[in-house]
């Protein structure tokens, strides 16, 4: 028996014949017996799980396998076992995290969140002029498919797109071109992968480097950004900030980000959408057919 153990019902998986779907949503009340952990050989990880998953693969050694659900597999790389096949979910949350980079420029921009905060307290904002998405230059630095996306949303806004990844490719530019290219950006989104090359890539020199009044989206991983260089950066008032992430992650209550001005902060919900579900389920679908058929699966994350 091949054993799948994944947060969905067969039904909704419809596994080829020769596997045997097991659900587990993560929670300890939930674990399956020693005797069926035993027999998985491919685990499709919850969004969201209760306890190491180190801990859990250990427990089963037949494990060859391990489907995530996220993009970002910064926090999970770690604990897989030698020898076990890591996969991401590249693509099934482009349409989504596009979805709210286009909704955090807009709304900083246009200052949605001081309108939210006169109407709770029952006022009429005082008008003022707001910056325009229009005309603006946005960088879209960790050009994937994501970046694809999120351009693909801005196709209507009258903006232009500067591209950059970590080498330079055709009609992308490479990271070493950064200091040349922020003093020419109003906008800069981040969704690089979090790595030791990323980790405070946005930091003082970075954020000293983009010019007057633009503005900083971090879609990626909170520890991309050094928080301790943005927040000098927003008291001063001379730099904007969309954060879905942030270092650390959850904010602890009182944070200086909380009360930085011009600051918008959502709690990492760039992924949590509708349409999440029906598109981690068809590419789980495609895994399976691909276990069972012996192909090369999809999204294999290198280590």
């Given at each position: 028996m091949t054993v799948v153990l994944a947060p969905f019902?067969?039904?909704?998986?419809?596994p080829p014949d020769g596997l045997t779907v097991v659900r587990f949503s993560g929670s300890a009340e939930d674990l399956p017996p020693d005797e069926v952990l035993e027999q998985v050989e491919l685990w499709v990880l919850p969004y969201s799980l209760a306890f190491p998953l180190g801990e859990l693969a250990a427990r089963m050694p037949r494990l060859r396998v391990i489907?995530?659900?996220?993009a970002g597999t910064d926090g999970i790389v770690a604990q897989v076992p030698d020898g076990v096949v890591l996969c991401n979910a590249r693509g099934v949350h482009d349409a989504a995290t596009a979805e709210l980079g286009v909704?955090?420029?807009?709304?900083?921009?246009?200052?949605?969140?001081?309108?939210?905060?006169?109407q709770d307290e029952g006022r009429w904002a005082a008008w003022q002029w707001w910056p325009a998405l229009a005309d603006r230059r946005v960088m879209i630095l960790g050009y994937g498919s994501i970046g694809e996306a999120l351009e693909r949303r801005l196709a209507g806004f009258e903006t232009e797109i500067v591209r950059v990844a970590s080498r330079p490719r055709d009609g992308v530019h490479g990271v070493a071109e950064l200091p040349d290219l922020l003093p020419e950006v109003d906008v800069v989104v981040v969704l690089t992968p979090l790595t030791d090359a990323t980790r405070h890539l946005v930091g003082t020199d970075f954020l000293a480097a983009m010019k007057d009044h633009a503005l900083l989206v971090n879609l990626a991983r909170g520890p991309v950004v050094d928080t301790a260089a943005l927040l000098v950066e927003l008291q001063s008032g001379?730099?904007?900030?969309?954060?879905?992430?942030?270092?650390?992650?959850?904010?602890?209550?009182?944070?200086?980000?909380?009360?930085a001005p011009n600051t918008?902060?959502?709690?990492?919900?760039?992924?949590?959408?509708s349409a999440m579900r029906p598109r981690v389920v068809a590419l789980v679908r495609d895994q399976l057919r691909r276990f069972v058929a012996g192909e090369d699966l999809a999204n294999r994350v290198s280590r």
């Open positions: 019902a067969a039904d909704e998986l419809t489907q995530a659900q996220s909704g955090l420029i807009i709304a900083s921009l246009r200052g949605i969140p001081s309108f939210v905060r006169a001379r730099l904007r900030a969309a954060l879905d992430v942030t270092d650390p992650e959850p904010l602890p209550d009182g944070h200086p980000l909380f009360s918008l902060i959502t709690p990492h919900v760039a992924g949590g959408t």
